[in-house]
């Protein structure tokens, strides 16, 4: 369980911080910028919330709660599964990630395929939705760029890639099932 009842620490005033098992980083880590990009999606996935409804609310609010578990992941170098730790470390798992596509080929089924890409934008909710689609792509660069020199479940690495592609659909959803998407007209104006 977590309890926070000091916000600030100081210890991180020199420009480092503590991973999930302890170590210290600079600031600037690439783990840091993986998992606080991870974080910077959710607090986008929470202005996205402030327009969505019914089902696209509970799904946003399913991916935030996963987004947390993705950041818990991220910040724990150590890749030992060791169930009788102090605190184990929380990883993604396979299950996330069905559920995502599942939920992506249940949005999907009732879209017209598409004949152009899209522009970012249409309705609020679609605009917001791509704004979280762009920034979970760049969690995920990330993330890949770290598992080079690091270790990284691979589990979060497909998660990111899934949900990107799960805000998209989404998007096309929020645009009026599709029919309000903003199609890019190649060469418009030349």
């Known amino acids: 369980m977590v309890v ?32 606080g990009t991870t974080d910077e999606l959710n607090a ?26 993705l950041g818990a992941d991220l910040c724990r170098p150590d890749m030992d599964m060791d169930a009788t730790a102090e605190y184990p470390p929380l990883r993604m798992i396979a299950a996330q990630i069905i559920r995502l596509e599942q939920e992506i080929d249940a949005m999907n089924g009732d879209l017209d395929p598409l004949r152009s890409f899209i522009l970012p934008g249409g ?42 592609d799960w805000f998209f659909v989404a998007a096309r959803v929020a645009n009026d099932g599709g029919k309000a998407d903003v199609l890019w007209i190649p060469g418009a104006n030349r």
């Open 4 to 35: 926070l009842n000091k916000i600030y620490t100081r210890t991180g005033d020199k420009g480092d911080t503590a991973l999930g098992d302890g170590t210290r980083v600079a600031k600037h880590d690439a783990r840091v910028s993986a998992y």
């Open 44 to 69: 986008f996935v929470g202005v996205a919330r402030l327009v969505a409804s019914g089902d696209m609310d509970a799904g946003l609010a399913r991916i935030q709660n996963d987004l947390f578990d």
């Open 123 to 164: 309705t609020p909710l679609a605009a917001h939705l791509h704004v979280c689609r762009t920034v979970a792509r760049r969690a995920e660069r990330l993330a890949v760029e770290l598992a080079l020199d690091a270790p990284v479940n691979p589990e979060v690495v497909k998660f990111l890639n899934r949900l990107s």
